[in-house]
């Protein structure tokens, strides 16, 4: 009996032991099979290089460029020159070859607070005009927000601009004030702002 006994011990001894070998075993291979899952990947970053007016804007809070307006002729003035009722426009042009996803660009178009003529209003724009006219009304609201796909190399915006006499805050005398004065100027604010589209 104590022969059975022994033998029995010595199977339950040896059971838990191959047990024990095999848990070890089996959490060892598994330790290295998760360790194995580890790994590097590996993409390319998408580009974001916009240039504006042939500018890069990259790390800018302004444009060094000048944006030139053209200013019309009408039967009060000569082209060029602004006046009264004149209307005239600029051109913003946006160069997104160098930018691998597609963003909305908005542009807000307002008169400058250091411009000598406080009555110029925006009042249209086109995207990239062609030879018939098809202007869009300006809100100042929400100005012009517009998606641009990637890679694009040229997007042009026109937008037209007044000096709104009869409904402007300035009357005949400081419109006058304002012509004779060599310093004067005539300047609009324009912001752009970038944001990624999620597509």
């Known amino acids: ?48 290089n916009i240039k504006v007016n042939g500018e890069d804007i990259a790390n800018k809070k302004t444009l060094t460029n000048t944006i030139e307006p053209t200013f019309l002729e009408s039967e009060n ?24 996803v597609p963003f909305e660009c908005s542009i807000r178009s307002e008169v400058s607070p250091d411009s000598s003529v406080s009555d110029l209003k925006t009042l249209s724009y086109e995207v990239n005009p062609t ?11 929400t100005g012009i927000v517009q998606k641009i796909p990637r890679n694009t190399n040229e997007y ?10 009869e409904d402007g805050s300035m009357d005949n005398q400081a419109d006058t004030e304002v012509g004779i004065n060599d310093q004067s100027t005539a300047l609009m604010k324009v912001t752009l702002q970038f944001s990624q589209l999620n597509e």
């Open 131 to 141: 030879d018939t006219e098809n202007r869009l009304t300006y809100s100042p609201d």
């Open 1 to 48: 009996m104590s022969s059975k006994k022994k033998d029995l011990r010595f199977i339950v001894l040896f059971v838990v032991i191959v047990g024990c070998c095999l848990i070890y075993l089996f959490q060892s291979s598994y330790a290295r099979y998760r360790r194995g899952i580890s790994g590097n990947v590996s993409s390319d970053i998408a580009s974001w």
């Open 77 to 100: 003035s000569a082209a060029g020159v602004i006046a009264p009722g004149v209307e005239g426009y600029y051109t913003i042009t946006i160069d997104a070859s160098d930018v691998d």
């Open 156 to 165: 042009i915006f026109r937008i037209y601009l007044k000096w709104e006499d």
